[in-house]
């Protein structure tokens, strides 16, 4: 796979209002080797991202992706790798990660798609394009080094996304000793009495997730009643009734207790002030996201509550620049993978019809085209 983590030159990388700054690397490629104009250079490595670069390699497009974070997979990877994904058509239901497996070897092993991890986009510069003086190429600027492209695809989703931290009570230091924000593997609470903070969708769905995998579960919310989907919550309830799972509302945390990691945990019901002390090894607080678009904000593109907004052609306000995805907000918006995958077509479309206005806006059909020499066989 012609993915890298390239690191080493820095390009005046700017403040990245959130992104996570790349950490200080040493050996790994700049991205000097990575001086082609490509067609079409994807920001964001997520689901929709990953599907932009498909659809790239389906109009034989050549086209890149950079990402910020050091793995492929936004959102799935980061905040809920091991969460059922049950609304993308094709997978009656599908763990988020092996949903991102299955965009990487779609995208990645049929297509020469080189991925800058670990890359932060910073700004774009139009330039002459040395082939056609008339025309116009994008100098995107990184803090590793500059890319050249005909076109951009944004698919940044919700830029850097941080976890909101407890209100009221200071968690950080037991982080790294049995408090945590974010699941990598459920395996990590195996056999462990956990104790789940949030009243949320995340909250709920990792308080029915963990029922086959942590000892006991104690669910902690400060109002009474969860903002998440019904079925979940009747799930919580079934679970609560068979003695699986201690809800606790309308009740916060008051105090943590253990020598090395945590051992205890005292919580106090919100309006009557007593307290209990749950016997707890791990803290899961799901208390929802702050995000922010980072460098992207300094960029001349129309946004609107925190989202760049795009017409029906998923077209920016900026000259040769798309977006997809998350990030992006219109008129009938729906935050989905699915949408995503859909809006990501569009922008795709677009893009090579810009740089090639002779080719026709509607693709052939795959049964007919095959993955353009791709699979043996079909090209
Ligand atoms: C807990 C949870 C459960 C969910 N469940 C579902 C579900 O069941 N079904 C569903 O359809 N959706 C679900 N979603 C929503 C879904 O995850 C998003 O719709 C999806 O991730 C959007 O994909 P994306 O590629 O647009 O953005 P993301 O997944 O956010 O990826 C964007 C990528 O862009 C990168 N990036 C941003 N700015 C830059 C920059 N300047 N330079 C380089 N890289 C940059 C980021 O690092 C990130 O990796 C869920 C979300 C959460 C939080």
Known sequence: MPSDRSNGASAGAGDH?????????????????DSEVRDVTVIGAGPVGLSTAFWAGMREASSRIIDSLPDLGGQLTTLYPEKWIFDVPGYPRVLA???????????????????????TADRVEYEPDPEDPERQIMRLVTDRGDLLTRTIVIAGGHGAFEPKKLPGFDMTPWEGRGAQYLVGEKAAFAGKRVMIVGGGDS????????LDTAADITLVHRREGFRAHEVTVREIEGARLAGQVDV?????????????SI???????????????????AILLQLGFKTALGPLKAWPLKVEKGAIKVDSLMRTSMDGVWA?????????KLKLIATGFAEAAVAVAQAVHHIRPETKLQPKYSTNTGVPGAVEGQA
């Open 324 to 332: 997809a995805g998350d990030i992006t907000t219109f008129d009938g």
């Open 248 to 260: 606790r509302t309308p009740y916060q945390i008051r105090e943590v207790s253990g020598e090395r």
């Open 17 to 33: 209002d959130g992104v996570p700054p790349a950490p200080p690397h040493s050996g790994a490629p700049s991205l000097e080797h």
């Open 203 to 210: 909250a709920c769905d990792w308080t029915v997730n963990l």
């Open 263 to 281: 051992e205890s945990v005292t919580i106090f019901h919100s309006e009557t002030e007593e307290e209990v002390e749950v016997p707890c090894d």
């Open 97 to 119: 990660k092996d949903l991102v497996e299955q965009l990487r070897r779609q995208t990645l092993d049929q297509f020469d798609v080189p991925v800058h991890l670990e890359t």
